[in-house]
């Protein structure tokens, strides 16, 4: 997926809110807003995925304000609020006709939690009538059967607080899981130690994909993820960020996602056509199987 036009008043929002978190005085923030509109954005390159000028950005904005990581606090009540209902969550699952379909609902669902296109939401509601929430993409039986034949999965994750419903999700899989996270700090997304503080370690492998860009961008991820992408048996997406970045790789992936983005809305159309009874109001969550499905072989 490729930047395009629309996405500069998103950028604009972006840096407004991020520079305010980073308890930057009106100064600062002019300077940084100034930054923005003079350096960052006559840069943009269009043939990327918005994600990939966003690490361009976020850099500028630390740079300026001194603050690496503005969303640090926020990452931290988005893990206490998640583990403080992630009980009442594996319960609903666990009493699911299918606790898998239940589990990745409530994953879906809370990927609602992205300080990146969305800066206002309703969590708790969200999570709450997750399972009334109708699916206009849901591949879900495809996904189970190909789960079937999936020995190894990489599991890329997303925010920080949602990664907790990640783990329920990973707990029904059954099956040999690596997840991902960032490994440098950008916006909301999880890092090592939130994976370590949501309890991620004691259900499976954790690992980072190398670099510090809210998406998986495949040519700048390191050398061990790259090879832990293209063993894979199947590959787990969750996210804004991910889809954007992996769209068109040709790669054995499901997409798990809340489309918050009129942008990313436009490019499903692309990728799908129009499916009947398409939501007209963002946000709204999908799970899809890539169309670019393959097989990863040596």
């Keep these: 997926m ?14 407004i809110h991020t520079a305010r978190l980073s308890n930057a005085s009106p100064a600062v923030q002019k300077k940084i807003m100034n930054g923005v509109i003079k350096k960052f954005l006559p840069s943009i390159d269009f043939t990327i995925s918005p994600p990939e000028n966003a690490v361009h ?15 640090a606090a926020v990452k931290k009540e ?3 609020f998640a583990a403080s209902i992630a009980p009442l969550i594996r319960r609903k699952v666990n009493a699911a006709d299918n606790p898998l379909l239940a589990a990745l609902t409530f994953s ?3 990927n609602i939690i992205d300080y990146g296109s969305l800066h206002q939401f309703d969590m708790e509601q969200t999570i709450h009538e997750a399972l009334s929430h109708h699916m206009p993409i849901n591949d879900f039986a495809e996904l189970e059967t190909d789960l079937q034949q999936a020995g190894t999965i990489l599991y890329l994750g997303d925010n920080s607080g949602e990664i907790v419903f990640d783990g329920i ?9 690596t997840f991902a996270v960032k490994e440098k700090a950008i916006i909301n997304d999880a890092l090592l130690e ?6 991620l370690e004691n259900i499976c492998r954790v690992t980072t994909n190398g670099t510090g860009c809210p998406g998986t961008p495949l040519p700048y991820c390191s050398a061990e993820f790259q090879e832990l992408f293209h063993d894979a048996d199947l590959i787990i997406s969750k996210g804004q960020g991910n889809f954007e970045t992996l769209s068109e790789v040709k790669a054995p992936i ?28 963002l946000p709204f969550p999908i799970l899809m199987k890539s169309p ?4 990863n072989k040596r």
Excluded: M
């Design 169 to 177: 999700t990973i707990e029904k899989l059954n099956s040999d899981v």
């Design 108 to 110: 879906i669902a809370g």
């Design 292 to 295: 670019h499905y393959a097989k």
């Design 194 to 199: 939130d994976a370590r503080e949501c309890g």
């Design 57 to 71: 950005l976020y850099k500028l904005i630390a740079e300026i304000s001194g603050c690496p990581d503005p969303f």
């Design 2 to 15: 490729q930047t395009t036009l629309d996405c500069l008043p998103c950028f604009l929002k972006q840096a």
């Design 254 to 281: 499901y997409f798990l996602l809340t489309v918050k983005c009129p942008v990313v809305n436009d490019h499903l159309f692309q990728l799908t056509g129009s499916p009947a009874g398409w939501p007209t109001k």
């Design 78 to 80: 988005s893990n206490r």
